[in-house]
């Protein structure tokens, strides 16, 4: 009897411990994207961070989200390639106000308007941005 009280304890504790908290991710895109035709990307080269941030944990859940998405990583001629950035400093980050991502792909409507907004990003925001290799321009930006 003391085994099960013991085991309930412990996991009445780890429980404690996990607090889940929902973290605002918005992100903003460019209507002249081509999301349709987009299979492969790659990361851009020098993606620098501090020791306090592993860049293979945060490339790895890039990776995993994409590859959920019906991506794949290609290191020649990709169609997208990714870049992100921590900052350690709140900052002021002008986006926009759109349509979401999915109800636009459908209709592709290149016409809508950019209504802008600001967002007021706190310390360790995570800034990832997807650019269109050939177009070079960023087409997704997106940040937590």
């Known amino acids: 009897m003391k085994n099960i009280y013991l085991v309930f304890f412990f996991a009445l504790l780890i429980s404690g411990c996990y607090s889940y908290r929902e973290y605002p991710v918005e992100y903003d895109y460019s209507y002249h994207g081509k999301f349709k035709k987009y299979k492969t990307f790659s990361f851009m080269e020098n993606q620098s961070m501090d020791e306090t941030m592993s860049n293979a944990v945060i490339q790895s859940a890039i990776t995993k989200r994409l590859e959920l998405q019906g991506y794949r990583e290609k290191q020649e001629k990709p169609n997208l390639l ?36 600001q967002y007021d990003l706190k310390k360790g ?18 940040y937590a």
């Open 82 to 117: 990714i870049a992100y950035r921590v900052y350690y400093d709140s900052l002021i980050l002008r986006g926009y106000d759109q349509p979401e991502i999915e109800k636009w792909v459908k209709s592709q409507r290149i016409d809508q308007e950019y209504n802008a907004k």
């Open 125 to 142: 925001t995570l800034l990832i941005q997807l650019f269109d290799r050939k177009q070079e321009k960023s087409v997704w930006q997106g």
